[in-house]
């Protein structure tokens, strides 16, 4: 380009206009450079950019993905919790029925155990009042001899005389008594 310009005299040169040669080789490498860039950096460029874009939309579906799943699980969760508190509140209904039916069963056995005993003892107190009574007729009645040989002054000491009267002393006494 130096030559150029020695070539042609002493021209003077304006400084805001451009030398034209300057602008053909500048505009040749801009050509060359853009043609580099269209052939082989852009399309890296873009391949690049597409699979990022890629990569996060990819990232974006598989974390909706694994967001759905996670809803999913946790509504699977939240019914088993639901599902395993109904199953313990049965399981304690369930309990509470046995225990009132074994409460039952042992109040029953209590009272059966209670008129069994109270049974038991009527009967022994009969027996024993019959005993008593029994015991006090032939004490009576030999009290109620001696008191009325004292009294009349004979004997009675004859067996069947003195059962006679006993047995009506103690009769005229019982149906007094019943009235």
Not at 12 to 21: D, K, S, Y
Not at 67 to 82: I, K, T
Not at 97 to 118: H, N, T
């Amino acid at each position: 380009m130096f030559f150029l310009a020695a070539e042609g005299g002493e021209s003077t040169h304006n400084p805001i206009v451009p030398i034209w040669q300057e602008i053909v080789v500048g505009g040749i490498a801009f050509i060359l450079l853009c043609i580099v860039l269209m052939k082989f950096v852009f399309p890296r460029m873009e391949q690049t950019f597409q699979a990022r874009v890629d990569a996060i939309e990819g990232g974006i579906k598989r974390a909706e993905a694994a967001q759905a799943e996670a809803n999913q699980l946790l509504e699977q969760y939240r019914a088993q919790l639901a599902e395993a508190r109904t199953d313990a509140a049965k399981i304690r209904d369930d309990a509470r029925a046995d225990a009132e039916g074994i409460r039952q069963d042992i109040l029953a056995k209590a009272r059966e155990e209670s008129d069994r005993i109270i049974a038991a003892g009527k009967e022994q107190l009969a027996a024993e009042r019959a005993t008593i009574v029994r015991e006090l007729r032939t004490e009576v009645g030999t009290i109620a001899v001696d008191l009325a040989s004292k009294i009349v002054g004979e004997s009675l000491a004859d067996e069947a005389r003195r059962k006679g009267t006993v047995d009506r002393f103690l009769s005229g006494l019982e149906s007094t008594g019943a009235r």
